[in-house]
């Protein structure tokens, strides 16, 4: 676990807040109300996954917790400090130090190698070239994908996935946010994956909320929440009148 992320977890009990939370989130799209009055509280060291059929917002919430989506009203307060009210500067760097992403392609950047691609992401936080790089190393090294000079483009989805997550983990970022991690992955793969994402808020404390459409994956997380009508609620059962 970082030290930044056990500086965090050791003040669970205190006043200090959980690294990610939504509260009295609501969104218009169109003529339409898609997030109403939604709240969402992750505490360091635990994972949600979030679930509910295509177009109910989970993407939308994510944005909205990365400071790319600025919601109608409500706060999302990430590390301390509630996105909405920060300038778009201020916004970048709280997201650049405290928030990971993990996209479900990826999103590398094909031509550069393994080590190039997660320590660009320290680089462009502010770490000295030699920290980002060591760091890029051992996180690839801890999360397995074999360092070559080989260009990210050539390795296969699932080494790509994590070369993505250890670029999301460069910043110690103290949320980490995955939007369909595993839904390019067969299912071999898929399960490597989980484990190594599952496994982030024991090892580096940070809180961890990943979308997904995969019940099989949604059931590996601490709490599973499903998006409907623009609120989270428990998951409802099949044959569950509403
Ligand atoms: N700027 C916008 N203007 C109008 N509609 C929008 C806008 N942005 C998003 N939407 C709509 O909001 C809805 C929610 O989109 P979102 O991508 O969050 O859904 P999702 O739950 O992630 O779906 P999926 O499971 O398919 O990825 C969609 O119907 C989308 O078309
Ligand atoms: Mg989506």
């Given at each position: 676990m970082t030290a930044r992320n056990r500086r965090l977890r050791s003040t669970e009990n205190s006043e200090v807040t959980a690294p990610l939370e939504m509260s009295g989130v609501s969104h218009i799209v169109g003529d339409r109300?898609?997030?109403?009055d939604l709240e969402l509280t992750v505490e360091s060291g635990t994972s949600v996954a979030v679930t509910g059929p295509s177009g109910s917002g989970k993407s939308t919430v994510l944005m909205c917790a990365l400071g790319l989506i600025r919601p109608d009203t409500g706060v999302v307060s990430v590390a301390g400090r509630d996105m909405v009210g920060l300038s778009a500067g201020q916004r970048a760097r709280h997201r650049r130090e405290h928030l990971g992403m993990v996209f479900q392609f990826g999103e590398?950047?094909?031509?550069?190698?393994p080590v190039e691609n997660v320590a660009l992401a320290g680089l462009l936080a502010g770490q000295g070239r030699r920290v980002a790089f060591e760091r890029a190393e051992e996180l690839l090294e801890e999360l397995k994908v074999p360092v070559s000079r080989t260009v990210t483009g050539r390795l296969s989805g699932g080494e790509r996935q994590r070369v993505a997550v250890a670029r999301a983990l460069v910043n110690q970022p103290a949320v980490l946010l995955a939007d369909?991690?595993?839904?390019?992955?067969d299912q071999r793969i898929r399960d490597q994956v989980c484990d190594i994402l599952f496994d982030l808020p024991g090892t580096h404390g940070c809180a961890l909320v990943v979308v997904t459409h995969d019940v099989e994956v949604a059931s590996r997380a601490d709490r599973r929440l499903e998006l409907w009508n623009g609120v989270l609620r428990e998951p409802r059962e099949k044959g569950d009148t509403e």
């Open positions: 109300m898609l997030l109403v590398l950047l094909p031509e550069l190698s369909e991690p595993t839904g390019a992955l």
